[in-house]
């Protein structure tokens, strides 16, 4: 419920913010408040709708998504179908399989009845049947949420923001006189909303990595197998090349784990694997639940300028779900 609370917070501090940006922007050009907050928001709008009709298209070419039927591959078919049936979706998502080695897991999609949860080849190779099926309920808690759409709305506000700060810093070049100034000071002031509220979108990205990974849990999935399938993705994806890791840099957010961070990551996680087994079982996450953590700075901004949470942080969090 907090999780949930946190978020409806962040939306409405979100909007409060461009509201009053757009309000004071609109003043200081001399527009009418309300008509050059219509005229901004329709623009930017209009651009979402397009981000958001073939951002799908996009993520499959980059993954190169292959879909797939229940006769090739029964399991993973048969494991996407079951977790949405708990999930109370209507229709199941189409399941697709993606040639990377790089381990990981997306769910992405224009809406419930559009989604699609993909895997990669590596996760494939690299996982249990049960931290499979963890990883595939954290996905389909994504789609049950809507993330895909709250992510894509809470997108909006930068994307406002930052087209401000083009015009606007654009514009002052254009312009003679004292005028110049002021619209260059606009463009300063909007660039640093930009900064702000697109770590706060970051920061709503977190919420519902966290949202998702209680979602896991609530269809019946263990932590413990969630949190293992999340250690063995950092140690799979620190042994990949980077040249690799930069081919999916556009649509790392949509990934279960980030993996650019993890070979920083590994470092903070072996210690939890007590018995270097690899993996980490009920009794390693219980220890983590009566431990404290503590993060170093460069952790805590590493962490403000993802769209995932620390990994630590995070398995701090499903030792709490499993009590």
């Given amino acids: 419920m907090w999780i949930q609370m946190r978020m409806y917070m962040l939306i409405g501090i979100l909007f409060a913010i461009i509201y009053g940006f757009l309000l004071f922007v609109g003043a200081a050009i001399g527009y009418s408040g309300q008509s050059f907050i219509n005229m901004t928001v329709i623009l930017a709008v209009g651009m979402l709708l397009v981000q958001y009709m073939i951002g799908p298209k996009i993520v499959e070419r980059t993954m190169k998504v292959r879909y797939i039927t229940e006769a090739d591959n029964p399991k993973l078919y048969r494991m996407v179908e079951e977790q949405a049936r708990k999930a109370g979706l209507k229709k199941t998502p189409r399941v697709g399989i993606c040639p990377q080695s790089m381990p990981n897991a997306f769910a992405f999609g224009k809406s419930k009845s ?11 190779n690299l996982l249990t049947e049960e931290e499979l099926k963890a990883v595939i309920g954290h996905e389909v808690a994504h789609i049950s949420h809507r993330d895909m759409a709250i992510i894509t709305l809470l997108s909006a506000v930068p994307m406002i923001a930052y087209y401000m700060y083009i015009s606007m810093f654009w514009g002052s070049f254009g312009r003679r006189g004292r005028n110049s100034g002021g619209t260059f000071a606009i463009a300063i002031i909007a660039l640093l909303v930009y900064f702000v509220t697109n770590l706060l979108v970051m920061y709503g990205s977190r919420i519902r990595e966290y949202y998702a990974d209680r979602g896991s849990a ?3 999935n263990q932590p413990h197998h969630l949190a293992s399938a999340l250690y063995k993705l950092v140690y799979g994806s620190a042994k990949v090349q980077k040249g690799e890791v930069k081919k999916v840099e556009g649509v790392k957010a949509f990934f279960l784990n980030d993996p650019s961070k993890a070979r920083d990551e590994l470092n903070e996680l072996v210690e939890i694997d007590r018995d270097m087994s690899g993996s980490i079982s009920m009794g390693e996450l219980d220890a983590v639940r009566h431990s404290k953590i503590k993060l170093s700075g460069s952790d805590r901004m590493m962490e403000l300028m ?4 620390n990994m630590l942080k995070r398995i701090k969090h499903l030792s709490e779900l499993s009590k």
């Fill in 114 to 124: 559009d989604a699609r949860v993909c895997v990669t080849e590596g996760i494939l």
């Fill in 218 to 220: 609530e269809l019946g």
């Fill in 306 to 309: 993802s769209t995932h949470p």
